[in-house]
């Protein structure tokens, strides 16, 4: 028994030592990033696949380590949700994307909308809209300009908040896209309650689309016809993301989806990289 013991203990902690310790290692690293504003944004445009024209950009922020170079947000964003740095990160993103949006105004260049995501736990903060509201004046921004991507599983933590949140916010001129749709399980009738203005396909069903398995393209090109016809039937606008190839753009342009965010069109980039296609592209 007393093997048996020691065996169970060795076989839980050394694996969860090192990720308790990986995990430490990374909040403390992200601390000195916030301290320091290594975090900046890159912009991916969302474009009309029927005329490539740039519609609005979403900002996304990247993460230059000093020493592990580019950390993406899939790695950081999660252990920021849980130790609550997140409530650091998210204004810093807001004042980044402001700053971005007056600078290209003030460069002559008329600016499209910028979409910044929004995670659960900013979106139940209490000052959240006042936060917003000081950025918009501090940089003299048209609420046209700036949108917001909320995942649909937030929005599920407490629907009757989220309703209230939202409906703020659309009320001062933001839009609203409910972003990862169709991962969270959310019910028509409660689509139905959130006041947004579009809707984002989730790249996992436009990934599967054009698959040699058969079976697996028809139930990805059925989800994704269902998710169209849903937003349009709805009056909400429809974006496809994560869209690489050109038989994802016909399959969508086909079943009635114009808007596409992808590495088909551009990868998420530096302002810099962007300000020319901003010039061109409208
Ligand atoms: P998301 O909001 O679903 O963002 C879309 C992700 O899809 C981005 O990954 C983007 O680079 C990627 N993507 C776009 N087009 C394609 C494509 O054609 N193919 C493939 N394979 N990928 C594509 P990224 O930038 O790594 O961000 C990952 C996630 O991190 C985001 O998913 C979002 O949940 C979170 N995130 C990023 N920036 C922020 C932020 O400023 N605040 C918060 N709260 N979360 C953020
Ligand atoms: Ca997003
Ligand atoms: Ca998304
Ligand atoms: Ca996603």
């Not at 309703?163 to 009320?171: E, G």
């Not at 965010?261 to 302002?271: D, F, H, I, K």
Request: net charge negative.
């Amino acid at each position: 028994a007393k093997a048996e013991g020691r065996g169970a203990y060795r076989f839980f902690t050394p694996a969860l030592n090192e990720q308790m310790h990986q995990q430490f290692q990374l909040e403390q690293d992200l601390r000195h990033a916030l301290e320091r504003e290594q975090l900046s944004l890159h912009y991916q445009p969302r474009v009309d696949m029927r005329n490539g024209r740039i519609l609005s950009l979403e900002a996304l922020v990247r993460w230059n380590h000093p020493r592990h170079g580019w950390i993406p947000p899939g790695r950081f964003i999660p252990v920021a949700e849980a130790t609550g740095l997140i409530l650091q990160i998210g204004p810093l993103v807001l004042r980044q994307a402001g700053q971005q949006l007056a600078r290209w105004r003030d460069a002559g260049l008329d600016p499209v909308p910028v979409a910044v995501n929004l995670s659960a736990n900013e979106l139940y903060q209490d000052a959240l809209v006042e936060r917003i509201d000081d950025i918009i004046k501090q940089q003299d921004i048209p609420p046209r300009l700036l949108e917001f991507e909320i995942t649909e599983s937030a929005t599920m933590r407490s629907i009757d908040c989220a309703v209230d949140i939202l409906t703020a916010l659309r009320a001062r001129g933001f839009s609203i896209a409910l972003d990862d749709f169709g991962t969270g399980y959310a019910s028509l009738n409660y689509l139905n309650r959130l006041p947004v203005n579009a809707i984002k396909i989730d790249r996992s069903f436009l990934a599967d689309l054009g698959a040699t398995e058969t079976a697996r393209h028809e139930q990805a090109a059925a989800i994704v016809k269902a998710i169209t016809g849903l937003g349009n039937s709805l009056g909400l606008e429809g974006i496809a993301e994560g869209v690489e190839n050109a038989l994802q753009r016909d399959f969508l342009l086909a079943h009635g989806c114009h808007i596409a965010q992808g590495y088909l069109y551009s990868r998420p980039q530096p302002a810099t990289a962007i300000e020319p296609l901003l010039r061109a592209g409208r």
